[in-house]
């Protein structure tokens, strides 16, 4: 028996088969290399720890970010680096040995008040968004600015609520009098896969108001209001739309009736 049938052999006893073996001195040898090599840094990724390359682009504000054998990255995950904040706005599906991706630095920190009547601060791209379409008509809109703008921001429990015709405050935080914008069209399409990645909204320029905080550059921060539940504890489900108007009537008048009687 020669020597490459010997080794063929064992490698057929362990149960591995030459791809595995192949798998297993790539992944061994990238362990190895990629530590010595200048593109290894060590960055925190959605505040963990992790060593990644990162690898320059023509684009100064983009880089390829490509994770350790065995080792996750996150798609629409946060990346410190530099001290600055960079986004991973694409996810290689090939994942055999590493995970690349690309990240793009972001360049604003969105403010806004929730539904529940919390600040949020995320941070995003924001691009010029001229070349896209804003989703609407154009006679129906009042003619306010030629501003338009895109925005790139990950996906999380907060931005799922981030929906069309929300107001925000973007511009430079020492302009006195910032820009307002308005989501007009809403991509949460955009780049995401397996409930994972970037949303992009399209917004476009509108009034100031007096509702806005340019202290804080958050848009309609005076007129947050608490959202009121519904009372069904009280409400039959099996009565008509009939029955319950004619109820409501009723009540209605009962109330006439009363309010005449203190006067009285």
């Not at 010997?6 to 990629?34: F, M, N, P």
């Not at 290689?92 to 991706?101: F, M, P, S, T, V």
């Not at 921001?153 to 609520?161: A, L």
């Amino acid at each position: 028996m020669s020597s490459w049938d010997k080794y063929q052999e064992r490698i057929r006893v362990s149960g591995e088969s030459l791809r595995d073996v192949s798998h297993t001195r790539a992944v061994r040898r990238l362990k190895d290399k990629i530590p010595n090599s200048l593109s290894f840094k060590t960055v925190e990724i959605n505040g963990i720890t992790q060593s990644v390359s990162i690898i320059s682009t023509d684009d100064m504000n983009i880089k390829k970010i490509i994770s350790m054998p065995g080792e996750e990255l996150e798609h629409g995950g946060y990346v410190n680096w530099k001290n600055f904040k960079w986004l991973i706005t694409e996810l290689d599906a090939d994942d055999e040995l590493y995970q690349k991706g690309t990240m793009q630095q972001c360049n604003y920190l969105l403010k806004w008040i929730d539904i529940d009547g919390k600040i949020v601060e995320k941070w995003c791209i924001v691009e010029d968004g001229t070349k896209y379409l804003i989703g609407e008509k154009s006679a129906d809109m009042m003619a306010i600015g030629d501003a338009r703008i895109a925005i790139t921001i990950g996906k999380d429990n907060d931005t799922t609520r981030l929906k069309r015709g929300m107001r925000f405050l973007v511009d430079d935080i020492v302009d006195e009098n910032p820009s307002a914008y308005q989501i007009t069209k809403s991509n949460k399409l955009y780049n995401i896969f397996e409930s994972k990645g970037v949303y992009r909204f399209i917004l476009n320029e509108v009034n100031l108001t007096d509702n806005d905080n340019t202290d804080l550059m958050i848009a309609d921060y005076y007129s947050w209001k608490p959202k009121i539940p519904l009372d069904t504890d009280h409400i039959n489900v099996d009565k008509s739309i009939d029955e319950i108007v004619d109820e409501a009537k009723q009540k209605i008048e009962e109330d006439n009736i009363d309010n005449k009687g203190v006067w009285i």
